[in-house]
Protein backbone atom coordinates (compact mmCIF):
# COMPACT_ATOMS: atom_id res chain seq x y z
CA UNK A 1 0.00 0.00 0.00
CA UNK A 2 1.34 3.47 -1.17
CA UNK A 3 1.84 6.05 2.01
CA UNK A 4 0.04 8.83 1.83
CA UNK A 5 1.89 12.16 0.53
CA UNK A 6 0.79 14.08 4.21
CA UNK A 7 2.52 11.07 5.86
CA UNK A 8 5.59 11.42 3.85
CA UNK A 9 5.49 15.60 4.30
CA UNK A 10 5.21 14.53 8.38
CA UNK A 11 7.81 11.91 8.37
CA UNK A 12 10.09 14.42 6.12
CA UNK A 13 9.52 17.64 8.74
CA UNK A 14 10.33 15.05 11.48
CA UNK A 15 13.82 14.01 10.30
CA UNK A 16 14.00 18.14 9.11
CA UNK A 17 13.21 18.96 13.12
CA UNK A 18 15.88 16.09 14.81
CA UNK A 19 18.60 17.65 12.33
CA UNK A 20 18.46 21.10 13.49
CA UNK A 21 18.05 20.47 17.08
CA UNK A 22 21.35 18.28 16.67
CA UNK A 23 22.53 20.86 14.81
CA UNK A 24 21.53 23.65 17.75
CA UNK A 25 22.67 21.47 20.66
CA UNK A 26 26.31 21.39 18.65
CA UNK A 27 26.10 25.16 18.44
CA UNK A 28 25.38 25.56 22.49
CA UNK A 29 27.76 23.44 23.62
CA UNK A 30 29.96 25.35 21.14
CA UNK A 31 29.12 28.65 22.78
CA UNK A 32 29.06 27.46 26.12
CA UNK A 33 33.11 26.44 25.25
CA UNK A 34 33.87 29.94 24.04
CA UNK A 35 31.82 31.93 27.08
CA UNK A 36 34.46 29.58 29.34
CA UNK A 37 37.57 29.89 27.49
CA UNK A 38 36.23 33.78 27.15
CA UNK A 39 35.75 33.86 31.07
CA UNK A 40 38.90 32.16 31.12
CA UNK A 41 40.76 34.96 29.22
CA UNK A 42 39.03 38.18 31.47
CA UNK A 43 38.60 36.44 34.73
CA UNK A 44 40.34 39.83 36.70
CA UNK A 45 37.98 42.25 34.64
CA UNK A 46 34.34 40.25 35.59
CA UNK A 47 35.87 40.27 39.16
CA UNK A 48 36.50 44.03 39.24
CA UNK A 49 34.58 45.67 36.99
CA UNK A 50 31.06 46.03 37.47
CA UNK A 51 29.98 47.04 34.12
CA UNK A 52 32.21 44.36 32.61
CA UNK A 53 30.62 42.01 34.85
CA UNK A 54 26.96 43.00 33.72
CA UNK A 55 27.51 42.56 29.82
CA UNK A 56 29.14 39.03 31.06
CA UNK A 57 25.90 38.11 32.93
CA UNK A 58 23.38 39.34 29.67
CA UNK A 59 25.87 36.50 27.27
CA UNK A 60 25.23 34.13 29.70
CA UNK A 61 21.85 34.87 30.27
CA UNK A 62 21.46 34.68 26.13
CA UNK A 63 22.22 30.90 25.92
CA UNK A 64 20.61 29.89 29.44
CA UNK A 65 23.59 29.44 31.80
CA UNK A 66 23.51 30.49 35.04
CA UNK A 67 26.84 31.25 37.01
CA UNK A 68 24.96 31.87 40.25
CA UNK A 69 22.90 28.77 39.82
CA UNK A 70 25.45 26.69 42.20
CA UNK A 71 28.22 27.44 44.62
CA UNK A 72 31.00 24.79 43.11
CA UNK A 73 31.87 23.69 39.50
CA UNK A 74 33.66 25.96 36.92
CA UNK A 75 31.95 29.74 37.70
CA UNK A 76 32.57 29.22 40.92
CA UNK A 77 35.89 28.13 40.86
CA UNK A 78 37.19 30.15 37.81
CA UNK A 79 35.08 33.18 38.80
CA UNK A 80 34.51 33.36 42.29
CA UNK A 81 30.97 34.92 41.20
CA UNK A 82 29.14 32.72 43.18
CA UNK A 83 30.91 33.60 47.01
CA UNK A 84 30.62 37.28 45.36
CA UNK A 85 26.64 37.46 45.51
CA UNK A 86 26.69 35.33 48.23
CA UNK A 87 28.88 37.88 50.45
CA UNK A 88 26.84 40.75 48.76
CA UNK A 89 23.73 39.31 49.91
CA UNK A 90 24.49 39.26 53.86
CA UNK A 91 25.81 43.18 53.42
CA UNK A 92 22.18 43.69 52.02
CA UNK A 93 20.44 41.87 54.93
CA UNK A 94 22.34 44.01 57.53
CA UNK A 95 21.47 47.37 56.09
CA UNK A 96 18.46 46.61 55.35
CA UNK A 97 17.90 45.43 59.24
CA UNK A 98 19.95 48.48 60.20
CA UNK A 99 17.24 50.86 58.89
CA UNK A 100 14.10 49.04 59.01
CA UNK A 101 12.91 51.08 62.23
CA UNK A 102 13.53 54.24 59.66
CA UNK A 103 11.75 52.63 56.46
CA UNK A 104 9.37 50.13 57.81
CA UNK A 105 11.41 47.36 55.67
CA UNK A 106 11.35 49.48 52.10
CA UNK A 107 14.36 50.99 50.55
CA UNK A 108 14.44 52.85 46.67
CA UNK A 109 17.41 50.53 44.88
CA UNK A 110 19.50 53.65 44.74
CA UNK A 111 19.51 54.53 48.74
CA UNK A 112 20.40 50.44 49.72
CA UNK A 113 23.17 51.04 46.98
CA UNK A 114 24.87 54.00 48.61
CA UNK A 115 24.45 52.47 51.86
CA UNK A 116 26.16 48.66 50.74
CA UNK A 117 29.14 50.90 49.08
CA UNK A 118 29.68 52.74 52.41
CA UNK A 119 29.93 49.94 53.93
CA UNK A 120 32.63 48.30 51.48
CA UNK A 121 34.98 50.58 51.88
CA UNK A 122 36.78 52.44 49.11
CA UNK A 123 39.39 49.38 48.59
CA UNK A 124 36.75 46.80 48.39
CA UNK A 125 35.30 45.24 44.97
CA UNK A 126 32.91 47.36 42.75
CA UNK A 127 29.48 46.60 43.27
CA UNK A 128 26.68 47.89 40.60
CA UNK A 129 23.12 48.12 41.41
CA UNK A 130 22.83 45.28 38.84
CA UNK A 131 24.60 43.25 41.05
CA UNK A 132 22.44 44.22 44.03
CA UNK A 133 19.28 43.08 42.41
CA UNK A 134 20.93 39.47 41.50
CA UNK A 135 22.25 39.36 44.81
CA UNK A 136 18.55 40.18 46.53
CA UNK A 137 17.22 37.57 43.78
CA UNK A 138 19.28 35.04 45.17
CA UNK A 139 18.03 36.13 48.91
CA UNK A 140 14.25 35.32 48.04
CA UNK A 141 15.30 31.92 47.52
CA UNK A 142 15.67 31.74 51.29
CA UNK A 143 12.16 33.19 51.46
CA UNK A 144 13.29 35.66 54.36
CA UNK A 145 10.75 38.61 52.71
CA UNK A 146 13.08 40.11 50.33
CA UNK A 147 11.91 41.23 46.94
CA UNK A 148 11.99 44.03 44.52
CA UNK A 149 9.45 46.58 43.45
CA UNK A 150 9.51 48.37 40.06
CA UNK A 151 8.47 52.40 41.03
CA UNK A 152 8.48 54.62 38.52
CA UNK A 153 11.85 54.47 36.65
CA UNK A 154 13.43 52.59 39.84
CA UNK A 155 12.61 49.74 41.85
CA UNK A 156 11.89 49.54 45.72
CA UNK A 157 13.39 46.35 48.04
CA UNK A 158 11.36 45.27 50.04
CA UNK A 159 13.11 43.38 52.97
CA UNK A 160 9.90 42.35 55.32
CA UNK A 161 7.43 39.50 54.51
CA UNK A 162 4.47 42.02 53.70
CA UNK A 163 1.86 40.57 51.19
CA UNK A 164 1.72 43.33 48.22
CA UNK A 165 -0.10 43.08 45.50
CA UNK A 166 -0.52 44.89 42.52
CA UNK A 167 -3.31 47.94 44.14
CA UNK A 168 -0.35 48.60 46.62
CA UNK A 169 2.19 48.77 44.47
CA UNK A 170 0.30 51.47 42.39
CA UNK A 171 -0.08 53.86 45.59
CA UNK A 172 4.08 53.35 45.94
CA UNK A 173 4.31 54.51 42.05
CA UNK A 174 1.86 57.35 42.99
CA UNK A 175 3.64 58.44 46.13
CA UNK A 176 7.05 58.21 44.97
CA UNK A 177 7.34 62.17 43.95
CA UNK A 178 6.25 63.58 47.05
CA UNK A 179 6.99 60.55 49.44
CA UNK A 180 3.29 60.53 50.81
CA UNK A 181 0.22 59.90 49.60
CA UNK A 182 -3.85 61.12 50.67
CA UNK A 183 -6.80 58.74 49.95
CA UNK A 184 -8.09 61.89 48.12
CA UNK A 185 -5.34 61.66 45.78
CA UNK A 186 -5.42 58.00 44.60
CA UNK A 187 -9.27 59.10 44.48
CA UNK A 188 -8.98 61.04 41.73
CA UNK A 189 -5.91 60.08 40.01
CA UNK A 190 -6.49 56.36 40.09
CA UNK A 191 -10.85 56.76 40.15
CA UNK A 192 -10.71 54.03 43.03
CA UNK A 193 -13.49 54.24 45.23
CA UNK A 194 -12.14 55.69 48.73
CA UNK A 195 -12.91 52.20 50.64
CA UNK A 196 -10.55 50.92 48.31
CA UNK A 197 -7.67 53.52 48.59
CA UNK A 198 -8.38 53.32 52.39
CA UNK A 199 -8.04 49.08 52.42
CA UNK A 200 -4.88 49.50 50.59
CA UNK A 201 -3.71 52.41 52.92
CA UNK A 202 -4.99 50.92 56.44
CA UNK A 203 -2.75 47.41 55.46
CA UNK A 204 0.92 49.42 54.45
CA UNK A 205 -0.03 51.15 57.48
CA UNK A 206 -0.49 47.94 59.96
CA UNK A 207 2.64 46.38 58.07
CA UNK A 208 4.63 49.35 59.00
CA UNK A 209 5.45 50.48 55.70
CA UNK A 210 3.77 53.76 56.21
CA UNK A 211 3.04 56.14 58.79
CA UNK A 212 0.17 58.47 59.32
CA UNK A 213 0.34 62.33 59.86
CA UNK A 214 -3.07 63.19 61.09
CA UNK A 215 -1.77 67.73 61.85
CA UNK A 216 -1.33 67.58 58.20
CA UNK A 217 -3.70 70.54 56.43
CA UNK A 218 -6.21 68.97 54.51
CA UNK A 219 -6.55 65.22 54.19
CA UNK A 220 -4.57 62.78 56.36
CA UNK A 221 -0.50 62.01 54.65
CA UNK A 222 0.10 58.62 54.50
CA UNK A 223 3.95 58.82 54.56
CA UNK A 224 5.64 55.84 53.11
CA UNK A 225 9.44 56.61 54.67
CA UNK A 226 11.41 53.96 52.35
CA UNK A 227 10.41 56.81 49.72
CA UNK A 228 12.02 59.45 51.51
CA UNK A 229 14.73 61.31 49.05
CA UNK A 230 17.43 63.60 48.89
CA UNK A 231 14.50 66.52 48.59
CA UNK A 232 13.21 66.13 52.34
CA UNK A 233 17.33 65.31 53.82
CA UNK A 234 16.51 69.01 55.17
CA UNK A 235 12.94 68.75 56.25
CA UNK A 236 11.77 67.28 59.52
CA UNK A 237 9.45 64.35 58.67
CA UNK A 238 6.08 64.09 60.33
CA UNK A 239 6.13 63.02 64.23
CA UNK A 240 3.97 64.24 66.44
CA UNK A 241 0.41 62.75 66.20
CA UNK A 242 1.76 60.15 63.82
CA UNK A 243 1.45 56.88 63.55
CA UNK A 244 4.76 54.90 63.36
CA UNK A 245 7.70 53.44 64.56
CA UNK A 246 8.80 55.25 67.70
Given amino acids: MLRRPEAKYKERGNVLAEDQLVQMSKQLEMFKTN ?19 VQFQDMCATIGVDPLASGKGFWSEMLGVGDFYYELGVQIVEVCLALKHHNGGLITLGELH ?33 GIIPVGGSYLVQSVPAELNMDHTVVLQLAEKKGYVTVGEIHSS ?12 EHLLKEGLAWLDLQAAGDPQYWLPGLFTELYSNRSTPEESSEGPP
Fill in 190 to 201: LNWEKERAKHVL
Fill in 114 to 146: QQVLKGRGKLAQDVSQDDIIRAIKKLKVLGSGF
Fill in 35 to 53: LEEFASKHKQEIRKNSQFR
